[in-house]
């Protein structure tokens, strides 16, 4: 017997020494391990609410030393509905996933370790391929750490330098990680933190792609702004002459770029952005009718307040829906639209087809927070709900009441650009005009949207007009408010090409865009891009 597991330590010890056999020791676990888990999710005879309050008990005791003996109903008498939660928590760096994670004493009590592991048996078992060593590279800039943004990192999958995502410039990170992407024919998997950063890479193969051959020709890093001198010597050390890439680069360029992602990587599978709600959809929607055309996109994570929430078991459907886990956060839902006394309802009182305003506690000492994220319950995986996120109450434009929510106001534009013949939306944002402040003039309060569009250099005030015209034919409450002058007409700019990426690398951190803007500062940045 003794002898039979010194065999065996030797062995382990033999392959973890190999890469490849090390990438398919730990490939191997991890299949093993989410399996075992997904079915621990998925037994009939689970009990959603036990394991909720045993979830709370644990956040209860790990932020004040002691349970609450009465259950959530105490729970709730002690701890009102708090305050919204902030849009993004900070993401806390994870570690790599090294093989003595995967133990049943690590990953047991480990929300975001039992998330990547569904995740990854989900991507295996859909697309075989996906976890090749070194298949997968990232698009993901993470100036507080490097991190994936699918999930727990599992080194051997990516093709990718971890240091190239630090860089305080978000343009110049995701420069360095599509230079890096663009050597590797091979991959399997795009992933990207954010739909909006696959889209500003695309933007600068676009307009660098000579450049960038040059780059992969000669194996070297030319200096740029936001890469400091350390860090490209660095990187410098990882690169070698790809002459035959960089020939096929510029052929493919040369060539237009519409479908240019499956061009550039044959054995693509999938593109993995980390999340798809809201008006990120706009971005995926954008990629998959041109430069992305024919591959699908996968969403594994349902994540609120930087909390994470839910898993997308299906990563071959085109719309994303996620499964609740239960020992992951508690979770209490406001029934919409709301009442005046708010009453929450739990996991296991859900009904299908309903929408939910949703409430978490997921860190110690934060209870009872309000996201302003709304759920719909499309239906239930064993005994887990399955949602599917329906809009963020925090982007609803309103200046007098009306609420009008961030996904109808994009169908509105939508409609409305089909209104304009040769104009292509690249990209928005709105803002109410309180935050104008003095320089709204005096009209009544209105809207004011920063467009940036291909196809068209101006337009007409009748064609401006349009788009206040269909909000209200959509919006009758709206068509009311402007009838009898309540609210003003609608003011449309437009803005020079790149405002967006600017305004996203201003943001500071990896967020989703906003579509309603809140902040002075971003407010006046895009102000200084207008051209019309």
Request: proline fraction near 9%.
């Amino acid at each position: 017997m003794l002898v039979a597991l010194v065999a065996v330590a030797v062995a382990v010890a033999v392959a973890m020494a190999v890469p490849p056999l090390r990438h398919r020791l730990i490939h191997s676990a991890v299949r093993r391990v989410g399996a075992r888990y997904r079915r621990r999710l998925e037994a009939p005879d689970s009990d959603v609410r036990l394991r909720q309050e045993r979830r709370l008990r644990r956040l209860l005791r790990t932020g004040t030393g002691t349970g609450t003996a009465g259950g959530w109903e105490e729970f709730q008498e002690q701890h009102p509905l708090g305050q919204p939660c902030k849009d993004e928590a900070p993401a806390v760096p994870l570690p790599p996933l090294y093989l003595w994670a995967l133990l049943p004493s690590c990953w047991d009590t480990d929300p975001r370790l039992q998330g990547s592991l569904l995740y990854l048996d989900a991507l295996g078992a859909a697309f075989p391929r996906a976890l090749t060593r070194r298949g997968t590279a990232v698009l993901h800039w993470s100036p507080g750490g490097p991190r994936a943004p699918a999930g727990w990192p599992l080194p051997t999958l990516y093709c990718t330098p971890p240091a190239a995502a630090v860089l305080p410039s978000r343009a110049a990170a995701l420069r360095l990680q599509l230079l890096f992407a663009l050597r590797k024919r091979a991959l399997h998997v795009l992933e990207a933190g954010l739909a909006a950063e696959l889209h500003d890479a695309l933007l600068t193969l676009r307009s660098e792609w000579p450049r960038l051959a040059r780059e992969l020709e000669l194996g070297r890093l030319s200096p740029q702004p936001g890469l400091p001198e350390e860090l490209r010597e660095e990187l410098q050390a990882l690169l070698s002459p790809a002459v035959a890439r960089a020939a096929e680069l510029r052929d493919l360029c040369a060539h237009g770029f519409e479908g240019i992602v499956p061009r550039l990587w044959p054995r693509l599978e999938v593109v993995v952005v980390r999340t798809m709600c809201g008006t990120e959809r706009f971005y995926c929607d954008s990629l998959r009718q041109a430069a992305c055309r024919g591959l699908p996109f996968y969403c594994p994570f349902y994540q609120a307040a930087g909390a994470l929430l839910g898993v997308n078991l299906w990563p071959a459907e085109p719309v994303p829906r996620f499964v609740l886990c239960p020992d992951w956060a508690f979770c209490e839902f406001l029934p919409c639209p709301a009442s005046e006394e708010p009453q929450t309802v739990l996991l296991d009182e859900l009904w299908e087809g309903r929408e939910y305003g949703l409430v978490v506690t997921a860190q110690p000492g934060e209870y009872r927070c309000r996201t302003g994220e709304v759920l719909k319950v499309t239906g239930f995986h064993k005994q887990c709900p399955v949602v599917e996120p329906v809009r963020r109450e925090s982007q609803t434009l309103s200046v007098r009441g009306e609420s009008i929510p961030e996904e109808q106001f994009c169908q509105s534009l939508c409609r409305t650009l089909s209104l304009w013949p040769g104009a292509r939306l690249v990209d928005y944002v709105c803002v109410e005009s309180s935050l104008l402040g003095d320089s709204s003039g005096p009209s009544a309060p209105h809207y004011e949207v920063f467009l940036e569009l291909q196809g068209l250099r101006d337009l007409s005030e009748v064609q401006r007009y349009k788009l206040d015209q269909c909000l209200q034919e959509d919006f009758p409450i709206y068509k009311s408010f402007r009838f009898k002058g309540s609210i003003g007409p609608l003011r449309l700019h437009l803005v020079k090409p790149r405002s967006f990426t600017r305004l996203r690398e201003a943001l500071g951190s990896p967020v989703p865009m906003p579509r309603v803007l809140r902040e002075e500062q971003l407010l006046q940045l895009i102000q200084g891009a207008v051209i019309s």
